[in-house]
């Protein structure tokens, strides 16, 4: 239990068109989803909250018009790069926290999107 | 947030334990401690997690402090597919956002 899926798992997109990544939770609901970044040999860094039915709750320093969240329904969330540059390349990380009833608080990732914008 | 303090690296030899430490003097009363790892070009993997008491599970121990400001994952017996960077984590509440930090990279030696 507690897949958590991303697709594509890989994109290569042109400067200045917009990429959309999807997160599924596929055996479970998830009320809260996550979205990280993560640049070569670097760490994890948050971006966004994602809450169903609600607006993204935005890390400092993240454009909200740059890197659009939509968490539409309990299993899927979504996050579209617009006009991307070369700069947004990087590997897309979604995580999802759901209730099933055992009180489980801990983190469910995706496997990953990496993105190379040319 | 309270930050967690770990070594940058650690190697092991396959078949045995590994010990991770991780130092966090300024936790809290409610944070509670997680441990995630990443295998290369993968999203993290959920380890571990406790509050006070020690805790095991199939995948690792995870023994803490009394005083709490200090944690050490313990993997039992390592293999290959162990290696991975480790991170240690606080939370402030079931669910809450994740900060990572540089984690320790452990090498297992066949």
Known sequence: ?118 | DAKTTQPNSMESNEEEPVHLPCNHSTISGTDYIHWYRQLPSQGPEYVIHGLTSNVNNRMASLAIAEDRKSSTLILHRATLRDAAVYYCILVKAAGNKLTFGGGTRVLVKP
């Open chain 1, 1 to 118: 239990g507690a897949v958590v899926s991303q697709h594509p798992s890989w994109v290569i997109c042109k400067s200045g068109t917009s990429v959309k990544i999807e997160c599924r939770s596929l055996d479970f609901q998830a009320t809260t989803m996550f979205w990280y970044r993560q640049f070569p040999k670097q760490s994890l860094m948050l971006m966004a909250t994602s809450n169903e039915g609600s607006k993204a709750t935005y890390e400092q320093g993240v454009e909200k018009d740059k890197f659009l969240i939509n968490h539409a329904s309990l299993t899927l969330s979504t996050l579209t790069v617009t006009s991307a540059h070369p700069e947004d390349s990087s590997f897309y990380i979604c995580s999802a926290r759901g209730y099933w009833g055992q009180g489980a608080d801990e983190q469910y990732f995706g496997p990953g999107t990496r993105l190379t914008v040319t």
